[in-house]
């Protein structure tokens, strides 16, 4: 059977389904399951749902409730891709605020810029702004947004929003869409600063960012690196379960990079115990690193059963 990115699946074995969200090879599709994880299955493991019964099979979330200001989703700008059938997406501006908005929406692919949409959307209003191809979702545009705020006698700075998306995250946003009655893929347009953050810009100095990253003050690299995620993101709990795998995964490859730059001839990664995830997934990245010239556990006097010591070569 031949599958698309988008074509809905239902698990031959298990009784599970799930959205392909990439084509690993010619046997072997990534499935994302639980809006959360994509994994790899056979091909012969999985079957296609006819779009019309997976219609039928969300009929009691995507009869969704208009939602208002007051007692349902938050005063929020959104992008929500519902799907009209297996070959199309259709693009919507949802303004779920009480200020009218100007938008504009444009498209980017090899430096091309296409404008789609430059118009109002009144408050608690949406508009259609694009029909999207499904066999060509690998090769989508990336999508932007430029928005004003009309707010009686107050000055509102231009949000300016891009998105673009890869498979694996895009099919875990299916939610409820405010005031269409759909499911659509929904993405908050609007991610405002906290104070924390606003803070840090005020006191930006770019001069002083330059002189620490100055290559005479180059920092030497850790021999002790700790990958638990409450260490290394500061906004960890709003990450899925694969975000944070990821997160973890680039922090393990940038310090072992920087480790074998330095020559260190030891680094000692410390990933817990857990379910054995990120062990499994750094230890391959390992194997075929040339550099690295054993793997070990550490001690563990020292950090219990979740760290591994890697040893390198120096040059």
Do not use: C
Not at 41 to 53: P, R, Y
Not at 206 to 214: G, N, Q, V, W
């Amino acid at each position: 059977m031949k599958f698309s990115i988008g074509d809905k699946v239902r698990f031959v074995n298990e009784n599970m389904e799930g959205i392909i969200s990439s084509i690993m090879d010619n046997n072997t599709v990534g499935v994302t399951v639980d809006n959360d994880f994509e994994i790899p299955v056979l091909m012969n493991e999985v079957i296609k749902i006819d779009f019309n019964e997976f219609v039928k099979s969300e009929a009691n979330t995507a009869a969704v409730v208009p939602k208002s200001a007051e007692n349902g989703f938050d005063e929020n700008m959104y992008a929500s891709f519902v799907q009209l059938n297996e070959q199309q997406m259709q693009l919507y501006f949802i303004n779920h605020t009480p200020n009218r908005l100007f938008v504009n929406y444009y498209t980017k692919k090899n430096e091309i810029v296409t404008a789609k949409f430059f118009n109002t959307v009144e408050a608690f209003d949406y508009k259609s702004i694009d029909t999207l191809a499904m066999s060509e979702f690998i090769d989508w545009e990336e999508f932007h947004f430029q928005i004003l705020t009309k707010v009686e006698n107050k000055e509102v700075q231009p949000i300016i929003k891009n998105l673009q998306i890869p498979a694996s995250r895009f099919f875990k946003h299916l939610r409820a869409t405010p005031l269409l009655k759909k499911q659509g893929y929904l993405f908050l347009i609007n991610e405002a600063l906290n104070q924390t953050d606003i803070q840090k810009l005020t006191q930006y100095n770019p001069e002083r960012e330059l002189e620490k990253e100055s290559p005479l003050r180059i920092k030497a690299p850790l021999e002790i690196i700790d990958l638990h995620i409450d260490k290394i993101h500061t906004n960890y709990t709003q990450l899925t379960k694969q975000e944070t795998l990821q997160i973890q995964l680039n922090y393990f490859q940038k310090n072992l990079e920087d480790a074998i730059a330095a020559n260190l001839k030891k680094v000692t990664f410390i990933h817990g115990v857990g379910n054995l995830k990120l062990k499994n997934e750094i230890v391959k990245l390992m194997k075929s690193n040339v550099n690295i010239i054993k793997i070990d556990e550490a001690p563990t006097s020292a950090y219990g059963y979740g760290a591994t010591d890697v040893f390198l070569s120096v040059s």
